[in-house]
């Protein structure tokens, strides 16, 4: 099996974050990395939730005992629990991507939208890092932001449920 090095994945991201490319999928030997840039592709194309592979590679690099180990392993186990199941009337925004979950768009600032705001599709909600590389996600709907189901701070994995609005 090839080693694919976070470096690797790094460069894919970058590479294709500057390119006009609206998506890109990367199979090697087992290794797999989906990226777009609409997120409403995801379920055009019909991908599964990852199974958690995708967080494995990157729990290899990460250091043991470390925060991103421990997010990492509760989020696979959170998964293997059953995953989460969206209320009837409700719309859940979800991750575009593998990476750190972030409310504010730096440390002591404001969260983008608070639980009970009113959104558009084009409101700036959160930001996704993975090396370094921060992808702001936008909402994609309108309605009210009714719960923040992941904490600042915590991994997510690609498609993982990060906010339910409800729909106006």
Not at 38 to 48: F, M, S
Not at 95 to 109: E, I, Q
Request: net charge negative; proline share 8%.
């Amino acid at each position: 099996m090839a080693e694919v090095k976070p470096e690797d994945v790094d460069a894919l991201v970058q590479i294709f974050d500057e390119s006009d490319w609206d998506e890109l999928r990367v199979s090697i030997d087992g290794f797999e990395i989906y990226l777009s840039k609409n997120p409403a592709d995801r379920d055009r194309q019909g991908r599964p939730r990852s199974n958690g592979q995708d967080a494995a590679i990157h729990a290899a690099s990460a250091p043991a005992g470390s925060t991103a180990a421990r997010s990492l392993a509760a989020s696979l186990a959170a998964d293997s629990a059953g995953g989460f199941a969206i209320p009837d009337g409700f719309v859940a925004i979800r991750a575009p991507n593998l990476g750190t979950f972030y409310r504010a768009p730096k440390p002591g600032a404001a969260p983008y939208v608070d639980i009970g705001q009113k959104i558009e599709p084009d409101t700036e909600i959160c930001l996704i890092e993975v090396m370094k590389l921060f992808t702001p996600v936008r909402a994609g709907v309108t309605g009210i932001v009714r719960e923040v189901l992941v904490s600042d701070g915590h991994l997510v994995e690609y498609d993982q449920p990060l906010f339910l609005i409800e729909p106006r």
